[in-house]
């Protein structure tokens, strides 16, 4: 799967006009037509969503525009400020995404979950784009892991940890569709993973490299603390960094630009840019700042 992120990168790279600028302001303005539209129908049924849903049946008897519109589809029995706030959310991670990676690669990840969703809804007969934009929140919390969000616009909460609430929710959709026998229903949030996975593989590696260095980091500071206490007292406290006589250290991360390392810096983080040809390591100040090595 690793290989296949920096394929993915290269193909980015290489064909930037495989792109579509200001892709989910497109994607908030449809889906909010689609919704205008179930609101207002006469009969009181969703008859626009029921049209332009994902249908496989349908599909294989000419109705083909589902394959693009079922894009637009918003979930149903939402209330209008609950559908609000979720096109709002959307439409701040898919421009934050962006962004970060420029217009090619934001589109490609974002129709390579539409094409595994349709291989699904073929399979299954049905799908949504849900998953796939629930699934958005994963990428953004890994590029911006200590952002913070108002919960209930007063309880601040890191990215990361509304993440994992994330995966939770994925966790236990996953489980009811298993338990209930919809085996082909699971699959439909598991693609949407699986198209995370394959554009973060090597962060989410890095990432686990970068907290197993600093645990070990810490195993070694109090190893060498409990080694050289007072004795018939506590623990001298020494400062790990200046014992350099008397315990070899070496650094786990390094930046490429201003060699800033995690032992001489160990409240800064590190990131491996995806756009250089390579694996180089930038601290967060430079990880956007930085020239691409090709």
């Known amino acids: 799967m690793r290989a296949m992120q920096q394929w993915l990168n290269r193909f980015c790279y290489k064909h930037p006009r495989l792109s579509l600028p200001g892709l989910m302001r497109y994607i908030v303005i449809g889906t909010v037509l689609v919704y205008l539209l179930d609101m207002f129908s006469t009969s009181g049924y969703p008859i626009a969503s029921s049209l332009l849903a994902f249908n496989a049946n349908a599909i294989l008897h000419g109705q083909i525009w589902r394959i693009v519109t079922f894009i637009f589809v918003p979930l149903g029995g939402q209330h209008i400020i609950s559908f609000a706030l979720t096109l709002y959310l959307y439409y701040f991670i898919g421009n934050a995404l962006e962004r970060e990676w420029g217009s090619s690669k934001f589109t490609i990840f974002y129709f390579f979950g539409v094409v595994l969703n349709i291989l699904i809804g073929f399979l299954v007969g049905t799908t949504s784009m849900y998953y796939v934009n629930m699934s958005m929140f994963f990428a953004f ?3 911006y892991p200590d952002l913070q969000f108002l919960l209930f616009f007063i309880i601040p909460v890191k990215a990361k940890w509304l993440a994992w609430i994330d995966a939770a929710f994925f966790a236990v959709a ?3 569709y298993l338990f209930l ?3 082909l229903l699971a699959l439909i949030p598991i693609v949407a993973i699986l198209n995370y996975l394959l554009f973060f593989v090597s962060d989410i590696g890095s ?3 970068y907290w ?6 810490k195993m070694n500071q109090t190893q060498y603390r409990n080694s050289y206490g007072q004795p018939g007292g506590g623990p001298k406290v020494v400062n790990f960094h200046d ?3 008397k ?3 070496t650094y786990l991360h390094k930046c490429a630009v201003c060699g800033k390392t995690d032992l001489t810096d160990p409240q800064m983080e590190f990131r491996y840019c995806s756009r250089c040809n390579g694996y180089y390591c930038y601290c967060a100040d430079h990880i956007n700042n930085h020239i691409h090595i090709q």
């Open 174 to 176: 996953i489980l009811r």
């Open 212 to 217: 197993k260095g600093r645990a070990k980091h």
């Open 141 to 143: 919390a890994t590029l």
């Open 247 to 249: 315990t070899k250290t």
């Open 207 to 209: 990432q686990i490299s």
């Open 181 to 183: 026998g919809h085996l």
């Open 243 to 245: 014992a350099k006589t």
